[in-house]
């Protein structure tokens, strides 16, 4: 298995511009999540997504944010327009569900965001 | 609220040493709880977990026993590598809690010859 597969690796772009940022979950997984991290804040939960529904976005930062799963196999974080404080690595993440709650989330290798 | 509690990094410590790194956690109803390790420019991925009290994971040479009665997950390694030099982070789940990981504040350890 490929694992969870993020596009691009890195990102430099302008305040202003839109960015766009891709993942691809596990197969078969049913929830997916987008993180990010930063020096200053640590690990955070964005938004995620249960069988392609956002199930809880109180996470994002704001309405500059938005994040979409069009189908199982894709999901997309957009930031328009993007800010220098946008800078981070951004995760995305995917589990099977289970009742016990013993999954574990798999998570991709991140996007290096550089908003200058 | 449910939350996680670690110990400050970064943690120094020689080739061969014990590693203990805390782990404590607020939680309602019975979480399964985890550890996730980081290694430089990479993702987090799953050291250990266990999903029950008296519970003990155990990985690559680290433990973490479940403590119910004192809420607490510590990670533990009877002699590190330099290769271990990552950032670690516990972090629990609740059951039915739609699998969404609460994380701790990450641990970095830096381990030197």
């Known amino acids: 298995d490929a694992g969870v597969i993020q596009s691009p690796r890195h990102e430099v772009t302008e305040m202003g511009q839109e960015v766009t940022l891709r993942c691809k979950p596990i197969s078969g997984h049913d929830y997916l999540f987008w993180y990010r991290q930063t020096m200053m804040r640590g690990l955070e939960l964005l938004i995620y997504f249960n069988n392609n529904v956002p199930i809880d976005d109180s996470g994002m930062p704001e309405d500059r944010f938005s994040a979409k799963m069009p189908n199982a196999s894709f999901s997309t974080l957009k930031i328009q327009p993007s800010e220098p404080r946008d800078s981070a690595v951004y995760f995305c993440?995917?589990?099977?569900?289970?009742?016990?709650?013993?999954?574990?989330?798999?998570f991709g290798p991140g996007t290096r965001l550089t908003v200058t | 609220g449910n939350s996680v509690t670690q110990m400050e990094g970064p943690v120094t410590l020689s080739e061969e040493a014990f590693l203990t790194i805390n782990c404590t956690y607020t939680a309602t109803g019975y979480p399964s709880l985890f550890w996730y390790v980081q290694y430089p420019g990479e993702g987090l991925q799953l050291l250990l977990k266990?999903?029950?009290?008296?519970d003990k994971g155990s990985n690559k040479g680290f433990e973490a026993t479940y403590r119910k009665e004192t809420t607490s997950f510590h990670l533990e390694k009877g002699s590190v590598q330099v290769s271990d030099s990552a950032v670690y982070f516990c972090?629990?789940?609740?059951?039915?809690?739609?699998?969404?990981?609460?994380f701790g504040t990450g641990t970095q350890l830096k381990v030197e010859l």
């Open positions: 972090a629990l789940k609740l059951t039915g809690g739609g699998n969404k990981l609460t």
């Open positions: 993440a995917s589990s099977l569900w289970e009742l016990a709650g013993g999954r574990e989330q798999y």
């Open positions: 266990a999903t029950k009290a008296d």
